[in-house]
């Protein structure tokens, strides 16, 4: 019997080696039932094979791996309470829509009604909003709409844990924001599991509950979207999640200033050992005026480029001694009408609390 479990997906020191290649080491990881989870991280992380074992497509090479209290080591995928939405789809060209939902469903044993597969299939279909669609051929759908029909053969068997392999890649940018949504909604309807594989930063902030950021086969970093964005663990997860500025400097034997490359001092916003740090910076959290601001640590520099977003502007600005920023602003924070034009002088400031300090040891 199946142990009562709060989660749906445990992994339990889970190491994962091909040959002399180690793509996994030693996972520990919790998904609550009814989580929004994105495992996000570059190409070669382990992102990908966390998600097979999951769905059973590979299997641990060291620990366990568990979904609803019952270990999956062993069990084929065909045998879990999983199904996946692939990034291509992996559509039947030959069959209409209806027939690629109920696919599925005229695979299991004991067989189901026609009557049944019938309801469910049309039950998925309107909750993917493709309910007048059923009888449409694959070549004649947007692909927006394919992935729809994708999703809907996924929840069709009424899964415990919905896996996506990058299912938003193929789609432009409005799309893909559309679908962002779409995806939201769908996984708070259904109240299952939704594991998300992506490089995406944006993709996993806006989308996912929690964020498992992944580097080299190992977790970085496990939390909400924005505890790992206002508070990454390291320097990695502050340089992948989002964008942010990079200032060397020292951290003085007192534990309190931090002493930058140009000779300048700030008070130290985090804790860390004396030595050589990294100051860390998001481009929103820099104050860009034409006048010095009091009450920031302020820095006089030079914008070199600028990149024209609407409400907001993005400012490459070089500080001698310090090097180059990357600022965000909004412009209308700015209380001026116009634009800042390169070439330009400008003061930058900042929170000494809005900035990040890690040990210079943590940038390999």
């Known amino acids: 019997m199946a142990s009562a479990s709060t989660n749906d997906i445990e992994f339990r020191s889970v190491t994962k080696n091909y040959g002399a290649v180690t793509a996994v080491t030693d996972i520990n990881l919790n998904v609550p039932k009814g989580a929004f989870l994105a495992l996000l991280g570059p190409s070669g992380c382990g992102k990908t ?3 097979r074992m999951i769905g059973g497509f590979e299997q641990p090479s060291e620990g366990t791996v568990l979904i609803d ?3 999956m080591n062993g069990v084929p995928a065909y045998r879990r309470p999983v199904n996946m939405v692939f990034q291509h789809y992996a559509l039947f060209p030959h069959f209409d829509v209806r027939q690629n939902v109920a696919y599925g469903l005229k695979q299991m044993r004991p067989k189901l009604a026609a009557t049944e597969i019938d309801r469910r299939v049309t039950e ?10 059923a009888k449409r051929r694959i070549h004649e759908m947007s692909g927006g709409q394919q992935q729809r029909v994708a999703l809907a053969r996924a929840i069709v068997n009424r899964p415990s844990v919905l896996l996506l392999d990058e299912p938003l890649a193929a789609l432009d940018k409005k799309l893909r924001s559309a679908m962002q949504i779409e995806l939201q909604t769908l996984q708070r309807e259904l109240g299952i599991t939704f594991v998300l594989v992506t490089h995406d930063q944006e993709e996993a902030l806006s989308m996912a509950d929690i964020v498992c950021v992944m580097s080299a086969g190992r ?3 496990l939390g909400s979207p924005q505890e790992v964005y206002d508070r990454p663990a390291d320097l990695f997860v502050a340089d992948f999640v989002g964008k942010t500025n990079r200032v060397n400097a020292t951290m003085e034997a007192d534990g309190a200033t931090l002493r930058l490359a140009d000779g300048s001092a700030i008070a130290a916003g985090s804790p860390v050992s004396p030595g050589e740090t990294i100051v860390a910076i998001r481009p929103e959290s820099i104050r860009l005026t034409r006048a010095q601001a009091p009450g920031f640590a302020s820095f006089k520099g030079t914008v070199t480029h600028r990149i024209f977003l609407g409400s907001s502007a993005e400012y490459a600005v070089t500080v001698p001694g310090l090097g180059d920023f990357l600022v965000t602003a909004d412009r209308r924070s700015m209380n001026e009408s116009d ?6 002088a400008v003061f930058l400031g900042f929170d000494p ?9 943590s940038a390999a």
Do not use: K, N, Y
């Open 353 to 361: 609390l809005a900035a990040h300090v890690f040990p210079a040891s």
């Open 219 to 221: 977790i970085r970093q």
């Open 124 to 133: 998925a279909l309107e909750m993917v909003r493709l309910g007048g669609f």
């Open 339 to 344: 634009l800042v034009e390169p070439g330009e």
């Open 69 to 71: 209290g019952r270990e």
């Open 49 to 51: 094979t966390c998600l």
